[in-house]
């Protein structure tokens, strides 16, 4: 279905019709009946009923290769209701491709960019289908059968969506898994370049949370591998993105009394006061580094 931005396609819309196959037919038919009457050649004759034949396969052919978008009706539901109307069906396709981020090739079979009427919806060949239709179901379950037996529930009741979990992106990952992901894979350098790009990508989206909280777990999480000088790296990132941060602050002076870099800690504290010099914490931690000889 189209994704967000994108204007639904007109309710019937045919490409290659059998009108203008029969049109190219009979302006073939009628060229022939034109050298007929000049007395063409049986040579001539036999080389335009071939001619004419071939166009009209290739029409045909083409006009069957294009169904209908919309369709009639639907085939293969196997989650969705048969019942469904096809308006309801292209508006909850819809839903999906914005909750997920994607378009209607990833779930189904047809050129990617091509036009809908092109697309062999029906078919089962993607396991991103299968997929989607466990997603189906699951989504169901939390709704119907555990949410809604639910006591002192809210008003109106919460539900359980695709955009829940998805947020615009086709693998719900939170931030932090994919950030240590990049550094598993590629180190430091790897986990800053992902974040720099997801962060000039999705900010301002729903699809990953870049506020001070989830680059300090990560850092905190590479600290307790024993990775001291990376996780102060990723620390003193989230100074640069959080500039406004005390905890992000306090964090950094954290790690870097723990490399060792006593000096390095004590500016990390003083930034945190210059912003909030009612920051007890940060006060705490500052006078205690002070009395250290």
């Not at 993607?126 to 466990?134: G, W, Y």
């Not at 119907?144 to 037996?149: E, F, G, Q, S, T």
């Amino acid at each position: 279905m189209p994704r967000l931005g994108t204007p639904l396609v007109p309710r019937v819309m045919k490409i290659g019709s059998s009108q203008n196959s029969i049109r190219i037919a009979r302006g073939a038919s009628r060229s022939f009946c034109r050298h007929d009457v000049n007395g063409p050649a049986p040579g001539l004759m036999q080389r335009s009923i071939v001619v004419t034949a071939v166009m009209l396969a290739t029409a045909l052919a083409a006009d069957a290769a294009h169904a209908q978008f919309p369709p009639e009706r639907a085939t293969n539901l196997k989650v969705l209701p048969m019942s469904i109307s096809m308006d309801s069906l292209v508006d909850t396709m819809a839903g999906f491709t914005r909750a997920l981020g994607v378009r209607c090739g990833y779930c189904h079979v047809g050129p990617e960019g091509g036009s809908l009427d092109q697309y062999e919806f029906a078919k089962d060949e993607k396991a991103t289908k299968e997929k989607a239709r466990a997603m189906l179901r699951m989504v169901a379950a939390i709704n119907d059968d555990h949410l809604a037996k639910l006591a002192m529930r809210r008003t109106p009741p919460i539900s359980v969506t695709c955009a829940t979990c998805h947020r615009g992106i086709a693998q719900p990952r939170p931030l932090q898994q994919v950030l240590l992901g990049a550094y598993d894979a590629g180190g430091t350098d790897s986990l800053v370049n992902a974040y720099r790009a997801l962060r000039a990508r999705y900010y301002g989206a729903a699809a990953y949370d870049f506020g001070e909280v989830p680059l300090a777990d990560v850092a905190s999480s590479i600290g307790e591998r024993g990775k001291l000088a990376d996780a102060v790296r990723i620390h003193v990132l989230n100074t640069e993105m959080s500039p406004t941060s005390g905890f992000a602050l306090r964090q950094a002076s954290a790690a870097q009394l723990a490399l060792g870099d006593t000096v390095a800690a004590i500016a990390s504290l003083e930034r945190a006061l210059t912003l909030n010099p009612n920051d007890g914490q940060s006060k705490r931690s500052l006078d205690t580094l002070r009395k250290k000889p």
